[in-house]
C-alpha cells in the first residue's frame, strides 16, 4: 500500500479509502441492494486493514445510521480505532419519519452540532478524524456552517472539516470565510470522478492545488460500471443499476457512449493484461492531484480486486490514449449537476 500526505495537513492515508456506504443490514437508499450485515462489514474493514488501508470513510446518512453503527462495531471488534483516519459527512435528512421537522437536514448549526453528537455514538468513538459537509446549502451562510464545525473541532471531537461534491467557487467563499473570521478551514473535498465524468479538472482541481485542498474522489468505477458487467442489452447482473431505478441508471445504461467508453478501456485492458476495472481505478488513483480513493468494495473478492489496481502503471501513451477516449474536463454521464453539486434529496 502507498501512503500519501492528506492535503494541507500533517495526517499520512492509504491511497485507497474503504468506502462504507453499503456497511449495515437496512437497505436505505439502495433499494433492491441490501447492505452489508455486521459479520461482512467487519470481515471488510479487517482485510483492508491488512492490506494497510488506513482510512474509512462513511456518513450519517447511509443507510439511515446503520452504517457508521456498522463500522463503529467493526473498529471496537478489530480494535484499530486509534490507526484509522475515520471520515464520516452531515447534510442528509435524519429525520425522515418525522415529517412535521424543517430542520431534518441541511448544514445549519442546529444540524451540524446534533448530527455530529449522533455520528459519535454511532461510531463507538470520541473523536471523528473528518468532519465532511456531504452537500453545499448555498441558503445557509457559509460562516454559520464554518463555526459550527470550528467549535467542533475546538472541542476535540472533530480533527479536520473537509467538503463533498462542492463547486469550486464555494470552496474558495469558505476559505476566505475562514480567513476572514479566524475559523478552522476545510482541508478536503470529495468529488465524484472517474472516467465518464472528467469535469472537475475545469475548475475544481485547479482551485484544489492553488489553495492546498485534498481530492479523495467517489465512484471511480462510477457506480460499477466501468466494471464492464453491464450490457448494451439484455438482462443486466446483479448491481445497483439493475433494475433501472437509481437516479443515474436512465442515463448510464441508455448511453451508447458510455459503452463505447468501456468497451474502448476494456480493449486497453486487455493489452495490458489487465481488467477494465483495475484500469479505470488505476486512473484515479494516480492523477497527481488525488490524495486517497473511495472504493465501495461489497465482497472480499471485489476488494481484492481494487486493491490489485495498484499494480497497474499507465504510462504518457496510455493516459494519451485515454484522454482520447475522454478528453480531460469533458463527461460522457454526468455524476453530478454543475450548479451547486448533486440535486441528490436523501
Known amino acids: 500500500m502507498r501512503y500519501n500526505q492528506f492535503g494541507p495537513t500533517g495526517l ?75 471520515a464520516t459527512k452531515v447534510h442528509g435528512n435524519m429525520h425522515k419519519d418525522d415529517k412535521l421537522d424543517p430542520n431534518g437536514a441541511g448544514n445549519s448549526r442546529r444540524g451540524i452540532i446534533e448530527q455530529a453528537e449522533a455520528s459519535l455514538r454511532r ?73 465518464l465524468d472528467r469535469r472537475i479538472e475545469r475548475e475544481l482541481l485547479p482551485a484544489a492545488k492553488t489553495y492546498g485542498i485534498g481530492i479523495i474522489p467517489w465512484s471511480p468505477l462510477a457506480g460499477g460500471f466501468l466494471s464492464g458487467k453491464y450490457k448494451r442489452d439484455g438482462q443486466q447482473p446483479d448491481g445497483r443499476f439493475a433494475d433501472g431505478t437509481h437516479m443515474r441508471a436512465p442515463a448510464l445504461l441508455g448511453s451508447k457512449s458510455a459503452f463505447d467508453v468501456v468497451d474502448a478501456l476494456s480493449e486497453l485492458a486487455q493489452q495490458k493484461g489487465t481488467s477494465v476495472s483495475r484500469l479505470a481505478l488505476a486512473w484515479v488513483v494516480q492523477q497527481p492531484t488525488v490524495h486517497s480513493t473511495i472504493i465501495g468494495p461489497r465482497t472480499l473478492e471485489q476488494l481484492e480486486d481494487n486493491l490489485a489496481a495498484q499494480a497497474v502503471e499507465l504510462n504518457k501513451d496510455d493516459l494519451a490514449r485515454i484522454d482520447k477516449i475522454v478528453p480531460p474536463g469533458e463527461h460522457v454521464v454526468p455524476f453530478y449537476n454543475a450548479a451547486f453539486g448533486p440535486n441528490e434529496r436523501w
Open 123 to 195: 461510531l463507538k468513538t470520541d473523536y471523528i478524524d473528518l468532519y465532511q459537509i456531504h452537500r453545499p446549502q448555498p441558503e445557509v451562510p457559509v460562516d454559520e456552517t464554518l463555526r459550527a464545525l470550528d467549535d467542533l473541532v475546538r472541542s476535540g471531537k472533530v480533527r479536520y472539516i473537509g467538503t463533498s461534491t462542492f463547486a469550486a467557487w464555494q470552496i474558495v467563499e469558505s476559505l476566505w470565510a475562514s480567513k476572514e473570521y479566524g475559523l478552522n478551514r476545510f482541508v478536503t473535498e470529495q468529488p465524484p470522478y472517474n472516467l
Open 12 to 86: 499520512i492515508v492509504s491511497e485507497l479509502c474503504l468506502g462504507a456506504m453499503t456497511f449495515g443490514t437496512n437497505p436505505g437508499r439502495f433499494g433492491h441492494i441490501h447492505g452489508l450485515d455486521q459479520d461482512a462489514s467487519t470481515a471488510l474493514v479487517k482485510q483492508a486493514f491488512d492490506a494497510g488501508i488506513n482510512f474509512i470513510d462513511t456518513a450519517n446518512v447511509y443507510n439511515d445510521g446503520k452504517s457508521e453503527e456498522a463500522v463503529g462495531e467493526a473498529l471496537r471488534q478489530n480494535g484499530h480505532r486509534h490507526h484509522i483516519v475515520l
